[in-house]
Every structure is written in structure tokens, then in C-alpha cells.
């Protein structure tokens, strides 16, 4: 295990953390930001450590936490030196000990001396949701869904990731709802899906039932409905000559299942245009 003076005045992470996973451009990130006012609920920068298929401690799972300069920036922003981050990576034993051990070293640089809860927000974590759920029993899973005309919208424009393969987009948001989809009917108690539309409209009712999914307790009045916004519905512009039809096609059925109606959105869309 990692050399206990580089984590022994800090209280190790526990195991009772919420993931929260999703499609990319689901706003995980609106969510965690969210979250991140609960007093002793700390999240790091995104981390990928369940994102990737390689078993860990093999050559290929530690290209990624080597060579990203992304990676390393959400290093830096989360205070934990580069020196600490390659001790952890060499000596913990599987993936369930590297998140711990970086969330532990997270908490020392935010200088937490008593316990605490924490969470991670990494939305392309979906992929090692079995594996997740399997090494610690005890997690629970926030599964944020927003409607694909939304997040392929934004994919296209490439705002902050770009697809330029409309279905490559649309594949974003198919895989993490089936993977999720799959989860959840395995582990019903343990994973939680809220629609962004719903976020977004009623913050505190929302985060309420979220913070009692991950057993955590805040202050009264933490959200408001100052906190309340709209969508923008950026599909309607973004997806043209025929791009949404083709979102229609590949994420309907599944769409409806989380209640949206596609076919109404872009009969509704059209009339707007």
C-alpha cells in the first residue's frame, strides 16, 4: 500500500461513495458543483479510473493516468502532487485502492483532519459500473440522463467535446443509458436516475432525493429556486438537414423509456423554426 506519510493525518476515504455517471453533456458537471456545497461532501476533478477496460497494473491500464495532460491537470487543480499520484499508482493493488488512496490524498490537500463523505464525478465511469459495484458493495450510483436531442446537440457544436459522426454522437448517449439501463435492473437500490430536465426545475427537491440515495445530510436552505433554470434546447439549431430525424432513429424507443418524446419535441421543434 501507499507510504502512510503521505496520508497518515488525513482519515482514509470510506467506502460508501455515490458515482455519478452518465452520458458526457448530461450536466454532471451542473450536478457536482451542486453537490459540492454539502459541507464534508468533497469530489475531485473527474479521475477515469473505472473508465478504461485494461486490467489494472498492467502496461496498457497505466498509459492513460501516465500520459494524459488532462489527467495530470486535474491533478494539479485537485492539489495532489504528481510524486503522490505516481506512489499511489504504483502501490495500490487494484482500482478500488487507487481511487480510495487519490480520494484520501484529495482530502489532505484540502486540509480535512476528521471524517468526511465523497463522491466522484467522472461520467464515462458507466463502463466499470459492474466492476465498481462489485469491488465496493457498499457505493451507490447517480445515473444523470438528458434528453439525446440535447447532448448529441452539443456534441455536434463541440463546445467542450466534439463528434463530427452524427452516430458516434448518438452512440455517446445510447451506451451510457444501456449500460445503466443494465445496472440498475441488477442493482435497483443502489442506483438512482434522475432526468436533467428535472434537475433543473426543482433543484432542492431533486438534490434532496439524491443526498438520501448517498445517505449524506445537508444544512436547510442549501438550494433555492434562484437555482433554477431552463433548457436551452440547443438541438433546435444545431441539428439540421436532417441530423435530428437521424437522433429520432437511434435513440427514440430507448428515449421513451425516461419519458421523452421525441417525435413531439421535433414536430414542436419544426413549428418554432
Known sequence: MTDPHLVSDTFPADDRPLFIVGSVRSGTTLLRNLLRRVPGFICPEETH???????????HSYQPHR????????REMDGVPEEVFQALLVDSRDKVELQRGYITAFARA??????YRWFDKTPQNFFGAPLIAQLM???RFLH??????NVVASLVLGRQVKVTDIHGACNYWIEAVQFMTTVEAAYPARVLTVRYEDLVTDVPGVLARIL??????????????????GE?????????DGLAEVVLERCGDLAKRHGYDLSA???FGSRLR
Open 49 to 59: 479510473f473505472f473508465r478504461w477496460s485494461e486490467p489494472f497494473r498492467t502496461p
Open 110 to 115: 484540502k486540509g480535512l483532519t476528521g471524517p
Open 137 to 139: 458493495p457498499k457505493a
Open 265 to 267: 419535441d421535433l414536430a
Open 144 to 149: 444523470l440522463v438528458r434528453n439525446p436531442l
Open 212 to 229: 438520501d440515495h448517498a445517505d449524506v445530510s445537508a444544512p436547510a436552505g442549501l438550494y433555492s429556486a434562484a437555482d433554477v433554470h
Open 232 to 240: 436551452r434546447n440547443l438541438w433546435r439549431r444545431a441539428l439540421v
Open 67 to 74: 500520459n494524459s495532460a488532462l489527467l495530470r491537470k486535474h
